[in-house]
């Protein structure tokens, strides 16, 4: 299968397109010591030292590699894996595929905006640079999210929460008063 690969604003992450959508809904994140046995893609790309964790989307699969990786043999081995797993499997995991990101049914109307959204505004734009940000809470004004994929670690993402993310919630929500990053 044919790949296309593109830089993120993140160094250290590089976003694979396959010319076709995969068998995935949502985005989610892998890291090394997830449980990734059920997923021969995923198997494969964590056999290959020093990529730290992958994000996976519909559309693309980000790859977040360690400081000290050079890209350029990182590149050529990782692209040859993932067309490989995907040129065989027709779906990503053995099991079931689940659905991710759920609306949670006990989210209070203020936190259905504000995920609605991430989800219609943020999370398209934030897509297209091979990240995804995922809302994590809302407490006394200040929305709390997850960058994943080219977003984590990104020199940019700082700038990105508080004069994007931050100003356009501002903007349509008038009880958020703040974004941050969760810590880890």
């Not at 604003?9 to 994140?29: A, H, M, Q, R, V």
């Not at 993932?82 to 609306?103: M, V, Y």
């Not at 407490?139 to 004069?163: D, F, I, Y």
Request: aromatic share 6%.
């Amino acid at each position: 299968m044919f790949l296309r690969v593109e830089e993120t604003p993140n160094p250290n992450t590089l976003k694979f397109i396959p010319e076709k959508s995969l068998d995935f809904k949502g985005s989610k994140l892998f890291t090394k010591e997830d449980n990734v046995q059920d997923s021969d893609l995923l198997k494969e790309i964590f056999s290959v030292s020093g990529v730290v964790s992958v994000l996976l989307n519909a559309d693309f699969i980000s790859i977040s590699k360690s400081e000290e990786e050079d890209w350029q043999a990182l590149k050529t081995i990782l692209t040859a894996k993932i067309g490989t797993s995907l040129q065989k499997s027709i779906s990503l995991f053995k099991s079931e595929a689940k659905e991710i990101n759920k609306l949670n049914l006990k989210s209070s109307p203020i936190e259905k905006e504000i995920i609605e959204l991430l989800e219609t505004k943020v999370k398209p734009a934030v897509a297209s640079h091979g990240g995804d940000i995922s809302f994590h809470s809302f407490k006394q004004g200040v929305v709390t999210l997850e960058l994943k994929g080219s977003c984590s670690g990104c020199p940019s993402s700082t700038a990105t929460l508080k004069m994007g993310i931050e100003n356009m919630l501002k903007h349509y929500i008038p009880d958020v008063k703040e974004v941050v990053e969760l810590s880890n």
